[in-house]
């Protein structure tokens, strides 16, 4: 459960057993949730739960591995800077771009969804700007259409 602190404290435990000093490369924030409700039905719980689970959640699970990373940067501080020393990669969307929002024909995907998405842009973006001088590099990723159940089958 991403959006539970207590989840999130066991994982980093969790992870710090596992890797035994080694350190952790890459974290790969990738779970989301889409509630596309249009203008007239959209409702202040779900624009809460999609932020809290789109931004929020790769937050604080960065935060929370955030020492993890570090061990990696520095044990690989001779790798250029990114998937060979330490790297949080956050799946992102187009919809969270502002410049296709202003190009999109209609509000069929609502507004929670690329808020969210739009607010881990810049969330990535302050992270990037915190960590690369550790050695933690920072990305959005916009993956493109994705065959799953949020994507749908085509």
């Known amino acids: 459960e991403v959006t539970s602190q207590e ?3 066991a994982l980093a435990l969790a992870v710090e057993k596992t890797l035994a000093g080694e350190g952790l490369n890459a974290l790969i924030n990738n779970a989301g949730v889409a509630l596309m409700a249009p203008l007239g039905s959209v409702k202040a719980e779900d624009m809460t739960h ?3 689970v789109n931004v ?3 937050l604080m699970i960065t935060q929370a591995l ?3 990373l570090r061990i990696a940067a520095e044990r690989n501080k001779a790798e250029p800077l990114g998937w060979g020393r330490a ?3 956050n799946i992102s969307s187009m ?3 502002l410049h296709f929002a202003a190009l999109a024909p209609t509000g ?3 507004y929670s969804y690329p808020a969210a998405k739009a607010a881990l842009n810049m969330v990535t973006r302050c992270l990037l700007r915190d960590l690369q001088t550790s050695g933690v590099f920072v990305v959005s990723v916009n993956p493109g259409w994705v065959k799953t159940d949020m994507g749908g089958p085509e």
């Open 66 to 68: 955030l020492p993890q």
């Open 56 to 58: 929020v959640a790769p």
């Open 50 to 52: 999609s932020y809290n």
């Open 108 to 110: 069929e995907w609502g």
């Open 95 to 97: 919809l969270g771009s």
């Open 87 to 89: 790297i949080v990669a």
């Open 7 to 9: 989840s999130v404290a």
